[in-house]
T-cell receptor, first 114, second 113 residues
Framework: AQSVSQHNHHVILSEAASLELGCNYSYGGTVNLFWYVQYPGQHLQLLLKYFSGDPLVKGIKGFEAEFIKSKFSFNLRKPSVQWSDTAEYFCAVNSVNAGNMLTFGGGTRLMVKP | GAGVSQSPSNKVTEKGKDVELRCDPISGHTALYWYRQSLGQGLEFLIYFQGNSAPDKSGLPSDRFSAERTGGSVSTLTIQRTQQEDSAVYLC???????????FGPGTRLLVL
């Protein structure tokens, strides 16, 4: 069975600080990788995704993530966070060979102090 | 265009009662998923529908849970004889194709007293 680990459960940053959220998955086959964000009181929204091609993907609001196949990682980054980035971030994986359902990490709560 | 909609947005019920949760996927999306988000378990897959194929029920936690999708569109998740541990936010998602991005609805927050 596939699993996803997010190493940081809570992160507190000041505005303009750089952000990196770790995500590792366990599955030996071909995977699709996602980062979703849940702003306070809102539903899950897609930040970015990787299906194939360039392992460095760019998403909305200045976020990017890098797929490193050898490390089974898909870390999320943003050079300079804003107060409005306060949210919970979820890494997720799916695979045709293991069903199309998403397997989510435990989430990382990010608080950005103004 | 319209996103995934779910109803009700909140549901409070008594232990032992049955509940039905509804999901309207994005028009034209062939794949529909139910997930559950709870404090102790995070986000968990429950069930997946793709077109007219038999659903993948591998994530349903017990036989008290069932779901159907009528006409390839609207889906209903039914929980029979609810228990307090069923309290959670139930999320529905749809995608145009099983390998495409899943778009989530706002969820139904279920509280079992």
């Amino acid at each position: 069975a596939q699993s996803v680990s997010q190493h940081n459960h809570h992160v507190i940053l000041s505005e303009a600080a750089s952000l990196e959220l770790g995500c590792n998955y366990s599955y030996g086959g071909t995977v699709n990788l996602f980062w979703y964000v849940q702003y306070p009181g809102q539903h899950l929204q897609l930040l970015l995704k990787y299906f194939s091609g360039d392992p460095l993907v760019k998403g909305i609001k200045g976020f990017e993530a890098e797929f490193i196949k050898s490390k089974f990682s898909f870390n999320l980054r943003k050079p300079s966070v804003q107060w409005s980035d306060t949210a919970e971030y979820f890494c997720a994986v799916n695979s045709v060979n293991a069903g199309n359902m998403l397997t989510f990490g435990g989430g990382t709560r990010l608080m950005v102090k103004p | 265009g319209a996103g995934v909609s779910q109803s009700p947005s909140n549901k409070v019920t008594e232990k032992g009662k049955d509940v039905e949760l509804r999901c309207d996927p994005i028009s034209g999306h062939t794949a529909l998923y139910w997930y559950r988000q709870s404090l102790g378990q995070g986000l968990e897959f429950l069930i997946y529908f793709q077109g007219n194929s038999a659903p993948d029920k591998s994530g349903l936690p017990s036989d008290r849970f069932s779901a159907e999708r009528t006409g390839g569109s609207v889906s209903t998740l039914t929980i029979q004889r609810t228990q307090q541990e069923d309290s959670a936010v139930y999320l529905c998602a749809s995608s145009p194709d099983p390998q495409e991005t899943q778009y989530f609805g706002p969820g139904t927050r279920l509280l079992v007293l």
